[in-house]
């Protein structure tokens, strides 16, 4: 019976404090005023992440070899999971890399 009383009360707690809190209704209204700024940056992470992995990978293999190789490898399979030949971030064909 306590245990049911105390699931109980921490549900209304819960449900106080996340109806108190406007932050996703917030986040969404950014995110809806800015949302052309936003999907750019996505686009030129999805585009271009890979490269900086590259970067941070031949860095890296002076500290721990391991570490390098596995950042190598992320980078690979970013690069061919992600080919943007139209480099929409470049006015290129527009949105069909981000939608992928």
């Not at 109806?19 to 005023?33: F, G, H, P, Q, R």
């Not at 052309?36 to 070899?65: E, H, N, P, Q, R």
């Amino acid at each position: 019976m306590a245990k049911k009383t105390v699931k109980k009360t921490a549900k209304k707690i819960a449900k106080k404090v996340l109806d108190s809190t406007e932050l996703d209704e917030k986040l969404v209204a950014e995110y809806k005023e800015h949302k052309s700024t936003y999907d750019l940056i996505a686009c030129y992470i999805k585009c271009y992440g890979g490269y900086v992995v590259a970067v941070g990978a031949g860095c890296s293999f002076g500290v721990s070899g391991i570490v390098g190789l596995g950042l190598l490898i992320i980078s690979g399979i970013w690069g061919w999971k992600v080919n943007c030949s139209c480099k929409p971030c470049k006015g290129g064909n527009v949105g069909s890399c981000c939608n992928n």
